[in-house]
């Protein structure tokens, strides 16, 4: 109602040194199970300067987690857990990665855990590389990639982690060369936003949604060969849209449907 007042929430750590880095840590008390023994709890970060946050993603080897929110900033936290059970996880800030002019809207680290991409509004893209330093470790810049004309809104590695392809409001994707920067292929078609993408782990397909209703599958079809290795060429083979049965033949569309269950399953089951 407006008439009560908000109480401040107890903080799990100290307050941070830093004035400009302001928030507090919430835990949720962990529930008593009556079927089995566990425990469990949660933190929860709210610490992007009043902020919303956007993005979030693991580290694949370490415990190390990013975010990133409307601060313009990315944050990195160490994660840890007592295996005696006996407290709670707990979530100390580690550095803060400040070089977009925007909010960030998506985060992804790549499958070694070297480097990590982060995605902004303007069309902004950074790879970040990982360093060893006295102190511990540092993210510096390895690339700036340029080429989106409006925000971007997904991002997603390569298996090897040679390539990224993202997701832009300007309705397109682009496959991006990690080691050089560079663009590789733009995949165009959707007729508005594209708000997600997936490389298959096989690195065979790429998938992306839009906001234009459409699902589009691009399968690799390589074309030549550039110093020995085979020239990657993504084209769209299936767009995946709302059927209306009217105006096509009922047996079609149940066919249409039943291949792209099974092309999901299939993509599914090589995960």
Same mark, same amino acid.
């Given at each position: 109602?407006g008439s009560e007042v908000?109480?401040?929430?107890?903080s799990?750590?100290?307050p941070s040194?830093?004035?400009?880095?302001?928030?507090?840590f919430?835990s949720?008390p962990p529930e008593k199970k009556?079927?089995?023994?566990?425990?469990?709890?949660?933190?929860?970060i709210n610490?992007?300067?009043?902020q919303? &946050?956007?993005? /979030?993603? +693991?580290h %694949?080897v370490s415990?190390? !987690? =990013?975010t $990133?929110?409307?601060?313009?900033? @990315?944050?990195?936290w160490?994660?840890?857990?007592d295996?005696?059970?006996?407290?709670?996880?707990t979530?100390?800030y580690v550095?803060?990665l400040?070089?977009?002019?925007?909010? &960030?809207?998506? /985060?992804? +680290?790549? %499958?070694?855990?070297e480097? !990590? =991409?982060? $995605?902004?509004?303007g069309?902004? @893209?950074?790879?970040?590389?990982?360093?060893?330093t006295?102190?511990?470790e540092?993210?510096?810049?390895?690339k700036?990639l340029l080429?989106?004309?409006k925000?971007?809104l997904?991002?997603?590695w390569?298996?090897?982690?040679?390539?990224?392809?993202s997701?832009?409001?300007?309705?397109?994707c682009i496959i991006?060369d990690a080691?050089k920067?560079v663009?590789q292929?733009?995949?165009?078609g959707?007729?508005?936003y594209v708000?997600?993408v997936?490389w298959?782990?096989?690195g065979?397909?790429?998938?992306s949604l839009?906001?234009?209703r459409?699902?589009k599958?691009y399968?690799?079809k390589?074309q030549?060969?550039?110093?020995?290795?085979?020239?990657?060429n993504?084209?769209?083979?299936?767009?995946?849209?709302?059927?209306?049965?009217?105006n096509?033949?009922e047996?079609k569309?149940?066919?249409m449907?039943?291949?792209?269950?099974i092309?999901?399953m299939c993509i599914?089951q090589?995960?």
């Open positions: 109602s908000a109480r401040p929430v107890p799990v750590f100290p040194p830093n004035p400009s880095l302001r928030g507090d919430r949720i009556t079927t089995e023994r566990m425990r469990g709890g949660t933190v929860q610490w992007h300067d009043l919303p &946050v956007l993005t /979030l993603d +693991f %694949p415990r190390r !987690l =990013a $990133g929110g409307g601060d313009h900033d @990315i944050k990195i160490a994660i840890a857990s295996e005696s059970e006996e407290k709670l996880p979530a100390s550095s803060s400040s070089s977009h002019s925007s909010a &960030v809207n998506v /985060l992804r +680290f790549s %499958p070694s855990g480097n !990590l =991409a982060s $995605g902004a509004d069309g902004g @893209i950074i790879l970040w590389t990982l360093h060893s006295d102190d511990g540092a993210w510096k810049i390895h700036s080429f989106h004309r925000d971007v997904d991002l997603q390569s298996s090897d982690g040679s390539y990224l392809v997701a832009s409001v300007d309705n397109s991006w080691n920067g663009v292929q733009m995949l165009e959707h007729l508005h708000q997600g997936a298959d782990p096989l065979q397909y790429i998938a839009s906001s234009d459409t699902c599958i399968a690799n390589p030549g060969k550039s110093k020995n290795t085979e020239k990657m993504f084209v769209c083979q299936h767009t995946l849209v709302k059927a209306e049965l009217q096509h033949d047996s569309v149940r066919l449907y039943f291949n792209c269950y092309l999901l599914e090589v995960r």
